[in-house]
């Protein structure tokens, strides 16, 4: 069973957010101490955040999102397909208007320096005016959101006046005495309000989808951001007390592009996640005993409107605690239910009684109580059409992980067909359990008349240090790249996970239309013969030179360019290109051959021998000029095909070549059935072979001199190398230590100071 190790460290804010944030922090100082314009250091503080920002929207705009790892129930009438492209134009709409957002707010501040003093109160108010809508439109239309039922609605109402009143009392009792400008009036009052819904529905989203609580709460921030700034500018409060707009700016673009980020990476709305009580219950409270302290210390007495104001934040708190009373009531009660019914499932009878697994909620508190230990999330698939997860099946797995975890540790069930695991012991045993619980899992599940088997995987996270729906989330995140690797292995958070995920994304939003955009390219390694190091031929390496994501190489393209139906359209355009490179040196007098790399999903194409000669007759190459490549470790799996194309190549006059040949017992039993000319191997074959045996690479070449074939060493990367692959009678060579990848131009140059002999 593959295993991996635990690598990386802890999860951690991106440089570019540090840096920016540690330049507004200064910007904000220089503006405190005189040396820079209050308005001049605000708009520059916010203008590194909201650019930031704005980029990462853009290109989350035209992401989709992350493929799903796990079978999903389609609605009636819908398709997969359908589904996904629904999502991604979901995904590309919101962060697109979350962008529109984030620039209108960075807009608004950047323009104050440059107004006159007397126009800066119409910006605000319209900066305000713009972005507030946007971010309502933007966050109804976030993924995952599900409609409230009416005691929901009931207990988000009573939250969000809660938490208003006392912002708008906060509001009422701070502001300066005397006459309140009508726009600090309408600034104050509409966001206290905006400001206590975007917090609940942040508190409330905290758990059930992160990314939908960042957007809130950066979201919260920005708006409370340029509230404050119109009821400054409406009181003409002087210039270094528009300093105060910068943190909340700043902190509003990064997190809400952070939480769109994070979205976009395919996070999956956890069901029976309910948001902490604290908040809801002491905030209002807090709030008002905070503002009143403050108008006590300074004005010392309280007018009857300010009094009546102070005491209406009190029903809704009642109104709230009397609410939670009565869910959690009904919880107890699900729980309840729920584990009967899992015990019957699992049997009362037997050594499992009173351990079936908990519910959802109940993993969530056990998370809460715990100090250390280690989660494990197994997903599970069916192997074969035999593998039907009904009751029965799910029974028997649920034993097998009761069985096999502690008696301490927590088992429960999460969705149709995964399960968690929460241990005590630390993340190196509990890595031990995982592989343990999946070959329990792999053992055969008796049904009448046929034994099913089930495959599965498991992701691991730490529980230290974490919110437990931050751990489920990245236990999750590991337990999808394990399904990714293969299954039937143990995969271990870091914090890289989530960078390759939106890696990945970013892959596939940009590779379709590379080639219609002529981001594709390749460069060209020389292939030398090792008697006199002169030119033979090259290899075309292909390479994606993209303008947002940079050089991108064929390990982390290709399996993209599969999973996207791609292929064929790179491999077209490779063969095209390396045919006319070809017929261009051809016609400076170089006899040299071209290799050209292919997949067997490539090579499987019917219609590969015909385009092939179709390239090469039009740019006039001598088939024999061309080399055909495919990798010896992807053949097996469709050798008779692979066979069938070689030999359709070879009559065309074609070369044909098995690339990265591993010298095994089963390279070597199919290494008769390949039509090949040409077997390429790496250096690890030139070093010495163990317990003082001769290189495994004075076989290989005495093999391919048998067989009639050429032996090209590649990889070599320094002169010992080179000597032991020649001294073992190989012709061919290909390395760093030998000449490096080029574009065309730079190769061409490097072959004149070689004579022009053809071989």
């Not at 999460?414 to 695991?421: G, K, N, Q």
């Not at 032996?711 to 002169?719: A, C, F, H, K, N």
Request: hydrophobic residues 50%; neutral net charge; contains cysteine.
């Amino acid at each position: 069973m593959p295993v991996t190790h635990p690598a990386g460290p802890r999860s951690r804010p991106p440089l570019p957010d540090l840096a920016v944030s540690l330049a507004g922090a200064l910007l904000v100082l220089a503006g405190a101490a005189g040396l820079v314009p209050g308005p001049a250091a605000v708009a520059l503080a916010v203008a590194g955040g909201c650019a930031l920002a704005c980029v990462r929207l853009a290109w989350l705009a035209g992401a989709p999102p992350a493929p799903p790892t796990s079978p999903e129930p389609s609605p009636p009438g819908t398709t997969p397909t359908g589904r996904r492209a629904r999502r991604v134009a979901l995904s590309r709409r919101v962060a697109g208007i979350l962008d529109v957002a984030v620039l209108a707010a960075g807009l608004t501040v950047a323009v104050l320096p440059l107004s006159e003093p007397a126009h800066r109160l119409p910006v605000a108010l319209a900066g305000l005016a713009v972005t507030a809508p946007l971010y309502a439109v933007a966050l109804l239309r976030l993924p995952g959101r599900s409609r409230l039922s009416t005691r929901e609605r009931l207990r988000r109402g009573v939250d969000v006046a809660g938490l208003g009143v006392s912002l708008v009392f906060a509001g009422w009792v701070l502001l300066p005495p005397g006459p309140v400008p009508p726009a600090a009036r309408a600034a104050s009052v509409g966001g206290a309000v905006a400001l206590a819904a975007l917090l609940v529905a942040a508190l409330a989203e905290r758990r059930r989808r992160p990314g939908a609580a960042r957007c809130h709460a950066g979201a919260a921030a920005t708006l409370g951001g340029l509230a404050l700034l119109v009821v400054l500018l409406a009181y003409a409060a002087p210039d270094r007390a528009v300093l105060a707009v910068a943190p909340p700016l700043l902190a509003g673009a990064l997190v809400t592009a952070a939480g769109a980020r994070r979205t976009a990476v395919g996070e999956r709305p956890r069901a029976g996640a309910t948001p902490a009580a604290w908040p809801g219950l002491t905030a209002p409270a807090g709030i008002a005993a905070l503002a009143a302290g403050q108008h006590l210390w300074t004005v010392g007495e309280f007018t009857a409107p300010a009094i009546a104001l102070g005491l209406s934040v009190i029903p809704p708190m009642v109104v709230r605690e009397v609410l939670a009373a009565a869910d959690q009531r009904r919880r107890a009660e699900r729980l309840a239910a729920s584990e009967a019914r899992l015990r019957h499932l699992v049997g009362d009878d037997g050594p499992l009684a009173g351990a079936a697994p908990v519910d959802r909620a109940g993993l969530v508190r056990a998370l809460d109580r715990r100090a250390g230990g280690a989660l494990l999330v197994v997903d599970l698939h069916g192997a074969d059409e035999t593998a039907v997860l009904d009751a029965p099946v799910l029974a028997e797995v649920a034993r097998r992980l009761r069985a096999g975890a502690g008696p301490h540790d927590v088992v429960a069930r999460l969705t149709d067909t995964e399960f968690a695991v929460l241990t005590d012991v630390g993340p190196v045993l509990a890595y031990a359990l995982g592989t343990r619980l999946l070959v329990a899992l792999a053992e055969p599940c008796p049904r009448p008349g046929v034994a099913s088997r089930i495959r599965a995987s498991a992701g691991l996270a730490e529980t230290t240090g974490g919110e437990p729906e931050d751990v489920l989330r990245q236990a999750d995140l590991a337990r999808r790249r394990a399904v990714q690797l293969g299954r039937d292995r143990v995969e271990w958070y870091d914090a890289y996970l989530e960078e390759q995920l939106v890696r990945r994304l970013d892959l596939e939003r940009e590779l379709p239309g590379a080639v219609a955009r002529g981001e594709l390219d390749l460069v060209y390694q020389p292939v030398l013969a090792l008697a006199d190091r002169l030119p033979v031929g090259t290899e075309a390496l292909l390479r994606w030179r993209s303008p947002a994501l940079g050089t991108v190489l064929p390990d982390e393209l290709l399996p993209v360019a599969a999973d996207l139906d791609l292929l064929g359209e790179l491999g077209r355009w490779v063969l095209d290109r390396a045919c006319r490179q070809l017929a261009d040196w051809s016609e400076g007098g170089r006899a040299l051959w071209m290799a050209v790399n292919v997949t067997p999903r490539e090579l499987a194409a019917p219609d590969f021998v015909a385009r092939t000669a179709t390239a090469l007759a039009a740019y006039d190459v001598p088939p024999e000029r061309l080399v055909v490549e495919v990798a010896e470790p992807a053949v097996a799996a469709e050798l008779s095909t692979v066979v069938a194309r070689l030999a359709g190549l070879r009559s065309l006059g074609v070369r044909t070549a098995l690339d990265d040949f591993r010298a095994e017992h089963a390279s070597l039993a199919q290494l008769r059935r390949l039509p090949i000319d040409l077997l390429k191997v790496g250096p690890h074959l030139v070093g010495p072979g163990a317990d003082g045996q001769r290189p495994l690479i004075d076989v290989v070449a005495n093999l391919g001199d048998r067989l009639g074939l050429e032996v090209v060493v590649e990889g070599l990367e320094s002169d010992a190398q080179v000597a032991g692959a020649r001294r073992a009678g190989c012709h061919y060579g290909q390395g760093f230590a030998l000449a490096r990848p080029a574009p065309a131009e730079r190769v061409e140059a490097w072959f004149e100071e070689f004579p022009s002999t053809p071989r």
